[in-house]
């Protein structure tokens, strides 16, 4: 196979990062916008020893999990790109990478039943950046990045935005900070917080409110936030709470001003994040006594003095999932219960391998579709540990 060669494939899957997987001549050939079940015409573009990238030509007999793309941007913007495929097709697609992942990265072959939480399809996304185009001719506009390329596209609309960030963006009363190209939005309910105005605030979530502010990490889809955070006190029912607990990568605090341990360690290397975290866990009641922990450069920091005697631990690690160091100590800590959450299959996989090796029992695995119409998949790992 050479590039330009031109073939007709069948799409067997999706595979991470959510290009089509074909077969031609004894090399995968990945390709993009295409669904599975696709018989198609193709041109290889980029070729690799045993891997290829080709582009579809002709759709020679379309998929029937191929649905019409909702948003008129489709074909342009980066954000959506399995809007061409059925949501139950996109799940059950998910669900199969997540467990390819533990399968051939971790090495796991024995995993407990995957449940699968879903999300409305659209207008699911509660936090929204949007890059502030000033270039080239007309009114400066907003947008996103087209798709594998840092161009810009303008967008007047974005179905998959909270109804709220849609009504200011179609009637263009999103105003980016006169500093920046690239800003961020949070909206819920009547809540609209913007980087550039009013950016910190307290936004509902389950049955109490948790302060955030539109320009730090925030779950950007509640409603499956909210199905996170009730799966994580179900884990918790039976649970020893006198035991210290810790909330590592923890963010503004979100997992641990709900989960019902009085003595929680949160550990997080963003400034602005813990002090919101500070602020939640003073919301959470007189009986909490929080210790917090800021790092400015990794957890590793706190890793390397941390005792490790908790009798439970929930994660949530960047997309580069857990460091050696921090992966080292909690497989040799032999704690009770680990709580990870990952937005990767392939780094959760690799990570559940070296706890596995040292004493974990995967109990559970459940993945929330945090980001209908894209590949990005998040999950729920729950790690007991066999001597415990």
Avoid at 156 to 166: F, G, K, Q, V
Avoid at 216 to 238: K, R, T
């Amino acid at each position: 196979m050479s590039i330009g060669t031109i073939f007709s494939t069948h799409i067997e899957q999706l595979v991470a990062g959510g290009a089509g997987l074909a077969r031609y001549e004894g090399q995968s050939v990945f390709i993009d916008d295409s669904c599975p079940g696709d018989m198609l015409l193709a041109r290889v573009y980029e070729e690799h020893r045993v891997w290829a990238r080709a582009k579809i030509l002709e759709l020679t007999m379309p998929s029937p999990y191929r649905v019409m793309p909702f948003c008129p941007f489709h074909q342009t913007c980066g954000g959506c790109s399995l809007q061409h495929i059925a949501y139950t097709t996109q799940l059950a697609e998910k669900e199969r990478i997540l467990r390819d992942a533990f399968t051939h990265i971790g090495g796991i072959a024995a995993l407990p039943a995957i449940t699968v939480r879903a999300s409305p399809p659209f207008e699911y996304r509660n936090r929204v950046q949007f890059h502030y185009i000033r270039e080239g001719s007309g009114k400066p506009a907003l947008g996103f990045k087209a798709r594998n390329s840092d161009t810009l596209v303008r967008v007047s609309d974005c179905p998959i935005a909270d109804p709220l960030i849609r009504q200011a963006l179609v009637g263009k009363r999103l105003t980016p900070p006169p500093e920046k190209d690239r800003f961020s939005v949070y909206a819920r309910g009547d809540i609209l917080l913007s980087e550039g105005g009013k950016s910190r605030g307290a936004v509902p979530i389950l049955d109490r409110h948790v302060f955030m502010d539109a320009g730090v990490f925030f779950q950007s889809n509640a409603f499956m936030l909210e199905a996170l955070i009730q799966d994580l006190l179900a884990i918790c029912i039976g649970l020893d709470t006198s035991l210290n607990a810790a909330d590592i990568y923890c963010g503004v605090g979100t997992f641990a001003a709900f989960l019902p341990f009085p003595r929680m360690d949160l550990i997080e290397q963003n400034k602005v994040a813990i002090t919101l975290a500070r602020e939640n866990m003073r919301n959470k009641g007189t009986q909490s006594q929080p210790l917090f922990h800021y790092f400015a450069q990794s957890a590793d920091e706190w890793a390397r003095t941390s005792a490790f005697d908790y009798g439970f631990v929930v994660l949530d690690p960047p997309r580069q999932g857990l460091s050696p160091l921090l992966r080292k100590r909690l497989a040799q800590a032999g704690l009770p219960l680990l709580a990870y959450v990952s937005c990767d299959p392939a780094t959760l996989a690799r990570d559940a391998k070296e706890l596995l090796a040292g004493g974990y029992w995967l109990r559970a695995l459940t993945l929330y579709d945090f980001y209908p119409q894209t590949p990005h998949i998040e999950s729920l790992a729950v790690f007991i540990h066999t001597g415990a």
